[in-house]
T-cell receptor, first 114, second 113 residues
């Protein structure tokens, strides 16, 4: 069975500080991995995705994530947090083990402190 | 482009009432999905469809029915609403399975009293 775990349901960072949101997956084969962002009272928007090409994936709004097979991780980072980054972030996995359906993590709420 | 449109955006139901949530997409996507979002539980798949005329159960299908009579529309029905169905419902669509990302609607906030 395939699943995704997001460590830390709430993360707070100061404006200008590094953002690190953690995501680990369990899968017998390398899956497809995604990060989505949800702003208050809105739907989810795709930030970036890993589809077995480059292991370092760049997304929108300065975010990037690195696929590390040895650690079964796909952590999301941004060098310098901005107030507008405050949102809920979801990691998702899809692949052979899930019947190619998405499974979402439980989300991480990011607060940016001015 | 409208993308994925959900109606209504808000609704309050009494226990036992029925209602239908409508999802419409204008991207000619084959796959469509209904999720519910609850605090601390992320998004859970209710039902999905891999093409016009097809439907399949997801992780939490009980108490819900769906129909995909037209490719662009995916309807979610609650026959007899229960307080446990109070949630935010999201529709999504995609070109296919696997590495295709999803496009989400803006959600329907449903309260059952």
């Amino acid at each position: 069975a395939q699943s995704v775990t997001q460590l830390g349901s709430h993360v707070s960072v100061s404006e200008g500080a590094l953002v690190l949101l953690r995501c680990n997956y369990s899968s017998s084969v390398p899956p497809y991995l995604f990060w989505y962002v949800q702003y208050p009272n809105q739907g989810l928007q795709l930030l970036l995705k890993y589809t077995s090409a480059a292991t370092l994936v760049k997304g929108i709004n300065g975010f990037e994530a690195e696929f590390k097979k040895s650690e079964t991780s796909f952590h999301l980072t941004k060098p310098s947090a901005h107030m507008s980054d405050a949102a809920e972030y979801f990691c998702a996995v899809s692949g052979v083990d899930t019947g190619n359906q998405f499974y979402f993590g439980t989300g991480t709420s990011l607060t940016v402190i001015p | 482009n409208a993308g994925v449109t959900q109606t209504p955006k808000f609704r309050v139901l009494k226990t036992g009432q029925s209602m239908t949530l409508l999802c419409a997409q204008d991207m000619n996507h084959e796959y469509m999905y209904w999720y519910r979002q609850d605090p601390g539980m992320g998004l859970r798949l209710i039902h999905y469809s891999v093409g016009e005329g097809t439907t399949a159960k997801g992780e939490v299908p009980d108490g819900y029915n769906v129909s995909r009579l037209k490719k662009q529309n995916f309807l979610l029905g609650l026959e007899s609403a229960a307080p446990s169905q109070t949630s935010v419902y999201f529709c999504a669509s995609s070109r296919g399975s696997g590495n295709y990302g999803y496009t989400f609607g803006s959600g329907t906030r449903l309260t059952v009293v």
